[in-house]
């Protein structure tokens, strides 16, 4: 099995800045990506960015330019760093892992998930 931990979620004034972190562990094989996605109080979860292996990067309209994701491959660990937070950014954040095991490739796994609040 496969657990993904998030922490660094917490209550912060609009403009200001967290960093959340997710580590996986378990019995992974290989890391094929990894992501947030968030969950606002009365609103679907939706996407916020993830990495693959290789690096590559994708975010959200709403955050391109004020979050940014990063991988320590070592310790299987994704960061997303967020700046100048917005009210609108409040909702619980969700760790995601698209994570091959020796017997399964390619199965989703989620954290339980951290909760950010953007509040003066």
């Known amino acids: 099995q496969v657990q993904l931990v998030e922490s660094g979620g917490g209550l912060v004034q609009p403009g200001g800045s967290l960093r959340l972190s997710c580590s996986a562990s378990?019995?992974?094989?290989?890391?094929?990506?990894m992501g947030w996605y968030r969950q606002a109080p009365g609103w679907q979860r939706e996407w916020v960015a993830h990495m693959t292996t290789g690096g590559s990067t994708n975010y959200a309209d709403s955050v391109k330019g004020r979050f940014t994701i990063s991988r320590d491959n070592a310790k299987n660990t994704v960061y997303l760093q967020m700046n100048s937070l917005k009210p609108e950014d409040t909702a619980v954040y969700y760790c995601?892992?698209?994570?091959?095991?020796?017997?399964?490739?390619?199965?989703?796994?989620w954290g339980k998930g951290t909760l950010v609040t953007v509040s003066s």
């Open positions: 995601w892992g698209d994570i091959s095991t020796p017997n399964y490739e390619g199965m989703n796994y």
């Open positions: 378990g019995s992974i094989f290989n890391i094929n990506a």
